[in-house]
């Protein structure tokens, strides 16, 4: 016999399938994903969270980036010509920016990444971005 769990869980009354929040249950998805980094990003551009992905592929803890601006992960000659802000200043006029582009680890080293910055609006239409890189 097969135990039917989401079954189980509407028998007990239970309005949804898991006794989670939901807003656990998107945070549990994102740190899941290992392949991607995914991050929010404030209007200034500080990192405001941080995903396992994130970890992986650009080697700082969130303990170590979040509050950080995200300028960091670009190379220093980038950096200089104000890449990062052009990006975000056009994600928030289009509502995305996308590039694929040389991005730098904690450790210096280098890594070609397609990347997408897709601008994400709370309630009160506060602006804040949310990246989205994957190593090539």
């Not at 016999?1 to 929040?21: I, L, Q």
């Not at 300028?71 to 950096?79: N, R, T």
């Not at 996308?98 to 210096?108: A, N, P």
């Given at each position: ?5 989401n ?31 995914i ?19 650009k080697?700082y ?50 890594f ?11 309630p ?13």
């Amino acid at each position: 016999m097969d135990f039917e769990w989401n079954d189980a869980k509407r028998k007990t009354g239970t309005p949804n399938d898991s006794d989670v929040p939901v807003e656990d249950r998107y945070q549990l998805l994102i740190d899941a994903v290992q392949d991607y980094a995914i991050f929010m990003l404030d209007p200034a551009g500080r990192v405001a969270s941080w995903n396992n992905g994130a970890r992986k592929i650009k080697g700082y803890s969130a303990d170590e980036i979040v509050g950080r601006h995200f300028s960091l992960f670009y190379a220093p000659e980038d950096v200089a010509a104000d890449k990062p802000g052009r990006e975000l200043t056009l994600a928030a006029a289009r509502g995305r920016a996308e590039d694929q582009g040389w991005r730098v680890r904690q450790d210096g080293s280098r890594f070609w990444a397609d990347v997408t910055i897709t601008a994400v609006y709370d309630p009160p239409a506060r602006y804040s971005a949310l990246p989205r890189s994957r190593a090539i």
